[in-house]
């Protein structure tokens, strides 16, 4: 099967690579075409646009960094959306907000085209690894085809319902990511305060019943201070961003969301904007 | 040994019901006598005052629900720091601040009395089946003295460091615990606002490596509805209230732990404070 | 001159009645034509569509209640904006955000179309008497040219600067205000608890040094609990979203803000969000 | 009369200067004697201790930073409370907490001392100028019989009610200055964040009916960006920690005075503490 794929940032890059070590047909598109260098040189073709991508392929997928990129990339005059042929199936795995992928859900129908949001639950080292989870909103019929590609790219699907459902699950759990990750920094920089140590709180804390399990896989960044990022903190603060802006649109208050969206913000202010989100802690902890 | 337990709620009457079942004699009190109605029944010995706990009391435990208790119960009238002979020791197991357990420490000191404060993590159902953690801050001599009554109320000690470092960490902890309920609180309500089933939500995300493992424990409340107190909502208000009230004093940030504690208290307002925490969840999805 | 006016809410409805009492022709349309009986009973023509009432106009008007029902009345298919004439005059004086007035300037730009985002300060007693005040962002020629019509329906303009200058301007307003009448009914929640009356507290306070001179207006409301409204407390928190949104999009934290949004959303979902934003006393007191 | 003074900081030194230039003798005291130079080379009598103070006082005046203060000059070894004879008044002017004015009366009821909380509106230049005003709790009696001494000191006085209801409205006073000027310094930040400049924004919001009259005061402040403080930033904190646990006391949810809190907080650990509270406006520009 030819494969399309559009975005190969840390994630797409590796989901890609995946898809290019199985027995289907890769070709590729990103923003900057330096990206794509290794894919290239192991067999993927290049094309210099989302138009391009689409003249080929059966399956496209889409894994881009907003709402904004992914409808430049779907509608813009190069973008793959009119090209795409009757019927086939464009993937959206971004973290987008559920009615903005809904409405992509309608303009893929306008084009014939079937939809699915599936964003991924994991990020970068899941990536890699091909453990990816994928949340899924679209027909049954659907999933049950794509499955065979979440499959090569990670290892279980959730589907949540129709379009949007996927986008809408995803979107809790990036919340309860950079809710958790926050509130643990303001933990430990209380902790911290009070003279007990870092070690002692990461040893009692982590791998505890109160403290999440994924936070083990942060301990190493909190000890060394080296946030080389699995997920940048503006990421997540541009998906609680997302999740509030659904709130509003769905009138629930989320006063704790919009408080943690906020102290990102001044955590980007600040200069952690390219670091790891859990660098949330070096803020906090006025390291 | 002759050990005075003072403060029978929730968590001190089954922290005391081990002591009992062990070799060691045990003396109560409690603010109404009702409450120590089944240990004396098995064994114990009521004492009318504070005072009259600590006349015969080899070691003192004290299990109150906050500062103002602990001190009342301790230094005024009919208190049992007075009482109690020289070199005694006094367990502090309440959740305090820790300028208060230090300012215990120093009370203490001044009646040569030996000092541990020695919260425990854990809740209702841990107190009951001998699996609490006690979190310890003072001598390491007084922990080792203490440790076979820590092992008979509870399954594993963690000796943070000097007074007050016990309840440091204790605060901590409770505040994550505090926390981590009221952000899935409010993730949970903006998933079913976009039409994702409770079921579909607790399904994927209790268990996974983006919530707390306690939160598994709290799974049935939320499904029913029934929320009888296993740590009653307004308590957890006053622990993050310690919490804030201690990062005040040493000057540090916790933009979270206040959003967090006014959610409570709007939550207390709202009827909910002696519910168990986890109903916080009833409070943001509006049921 | 021929002016179109669409919008005929609490506020376009008075600031289209102080035009059709000066010397010009005045068409109006409105998405519920009932809105419209006392100006058309008094002279003004009716059209059945947004384009219908910018075939003849010279000027046209929008006074809308958010981003959404703007770009719907300009751009869809019996849209305004295609049918304006060549070099005409689009003033929209609805609360939007500065990203949006931007795009509808561009769009008017590219229709040809003259654009000023031209808000106002002040609710709908000033819209009564005719003492609004313009905030303006565009061309100096284009407001020189609408001047006369804003010394109509108001008493003051204020030239910021660029397209989407005026808007910016306005929401920082109705930020402020949103935030001092909440911060105010914060404060007289917290007076009241501690046993000073409602009468001393708005009499000490309100005209002060303290409480901006606004407050005065919303005083006997807050005596009478009639919240009869001059600005509905929804479009209020649909205001402070706006400039949270915007926030985001220029990167600047806004933790108050959005607390702020929160409170008013919360206030909502109790039943308030038809009422004057005054009434965010009567929730934040648990009256 | 002779009349005890303690506390001679920026405020305390202006209002004991202005005591000292009318008919009554002063006796003052100060933790550190520098602060006194000016008082005593006035005419003013030092004296060593607080005690000291009380000896020949027959009112006495206390203006301190905190409650903590407050009740050691009052207390300690060489308090003022055992010295002041009987029926003798003791005017406390310091900021402090409703239920630490409530301890302190009685604390002075058991002395036979007689005592009004007698904080002030108004901060440096009102101080220097002798129009602050007094805002009192207390018997009526004691307030009329004090009132000459108010209005050398200020120009004007306000009988809230019984003990501790000057504080309450001074407490709830302060908080509206606190939140006032951080949603002026967001505000200010996202206008300017917008392209619009400081100077218009300044002009068109100071003196407008959104923005309370202080603000004016605080204008050249924000254009200099020079804040030798009339009212520093950290006491500004330590006064909405105290708004904000009397509202713990009395259960009344404060969502925005503790997020105000907490951005002052922030701005403590950035540098600002020591500035005038209106710093929080460089703050959040992040100039």
Known sequence: MNIGFIGLGIMGSRMAGHLLNSEHTLIVHNRTKDKATDLIANGATWADTPAEVAQDADILITMLAHPEAVEATALCDSGFLGVLGDGKLWIDSSTVNPSFSRKMAE???????????APVAGSKNQAQDGVLRFIIGGEADDVEEAKPLFEIMGSGTVHVGAHGMGTSLKLVVNYLLASAMASFAEGMALGESLGVSQGMLLNVLVGGPVVPPFMAGKKAKLESGDYDPEFPL????KDVQLATQTAYETAVPMPLANATKELYQQAIRAGHGESDFSAIY???TGK
Chains 1, 2, 3, 4 share one sequence.
């Open 282 to 284: 070096d803020y906090m």
């Open 107 to 117: 303009q893929a129908t306008a084009h014939n085209v079937r939809f699915l949001d």
């Open 234 to 237: 503006q990421w997540m603060q």
